[in-house]
């Protein structure tokens, strides 16, 4: 994987330069676009790292470049840059995911603070899709009657109570359970519970 990048997205080019310094001065890899168009050509959108995004810009402007990034799947974490205290662009922005609104021209710490904070989120957000990755290929494992079993097994019901509702034998209830927890590699029914609530697998309705 790259070295995660803090994206410049910015049509002023000598904002765009005054920015980069400052963030490679500090010890981050930069790179800069002259436009929201510039940046999803460059095929950049899935590169670990944040943004750095000019709120007005022509053709597409910041929000609508947050917006297209939404629709994509694991949007980088963004810091909007406004020459301007807009306030209902700031809370949109916000409530859409930005990780912070500042106002031209920023404060060399304050965008620092948020450029730290972005590229630790995207670390975490990696991590976390990683890991359902990783679970949802073990899932993947599972034959359809292992599955089935395992969503009767997180209702928290005994192998025999399951053996009722599936209709067959407590002793081939306990081979797919064993298998299945195998699979997982999971010991308890409390990790399997979490593992199916990370990844959204609902438990097995039981019948009347």
């Given at each position: 994987m790259s070295e995660p990048t803090v994206f410049i997205?910015?049509?002023?080019?000598?904002?765009?330069?005054?920015?980069?310094?400052?963030?490679?001065?500090?010890?981050?890899?930069?790179?800069?676009?002259?436009?929201?168009?510039a940046f999803l050509d460059s095929g950049s959108c899935e590169s670990p790292g944040c943004i750095v995004l000019d709120v007005r810009m022509p053709e597409m402007t910041g929000p609508?470049?947050?917006?297209?990034?939404?629709?994509m799947k694991d949007c980088m974490p963004i810091v909007?840059?406004?020459?301007?205290?807009?306030?209902?662009?700031?809370?949109?922005?916000?409530?859409?995911?930005?990780?912070?609104?500042?106002?031209?021209?920023?404060?060399?710490?304050?965008l620092l603070h948020a450029l730290r904070a972005s590229l630790a989120l995207d670390r975490e957000n990696r991590a976390a899709r990683a890991e359902r990755s990783e679970l949802h290929a073990h899932l993947e494992s599972l034959t359809p009657r292992e599955s089935?079993?395992?969503?009767?097994?997180?209702?928290?019901?005994?192998?025999?109570?399951?053996?009722g509702a599936l209709e067959i034998s407590e002793e081939t209830v306990k081979i797919h359970r064993g298998r299945m927890m195998h699979?997982?590699?999971?010991?308890?029914?409390?990790?399997?519970?979490?593992?199916?609530?990370?990844i959204g697998v609902a438990p097995a309705t039981p019948r009347d």
């Open positions: 997205i910015d049509d002023d080019s000598s904002a765009r330069r005054g920015l980069t310094r400052l963030v490679r001065a500090a010890g981050l890899p930069a790179e800069s676009f002259g436009s929201a168009r609508e470049l947050q917006e297209e990034l939404v629709l909007f840059l406004s020459g301007h205290a807009d306030v209902p662009t700031a809370a949109q922005a916000m409530k859409k995911g930005a990780v912070d609104f500042l106002t031209k021209p920023v404060d060399r710490d304050d089935e079993v395992m969503t009767w097994v997180i209702t928290g019901m005994l192998n025999k109570q399951i053996a699979k997982l590699g999971i010991d308890s029914v409390a990790e399997l519970v979490r593992l199916c609530e990370k």
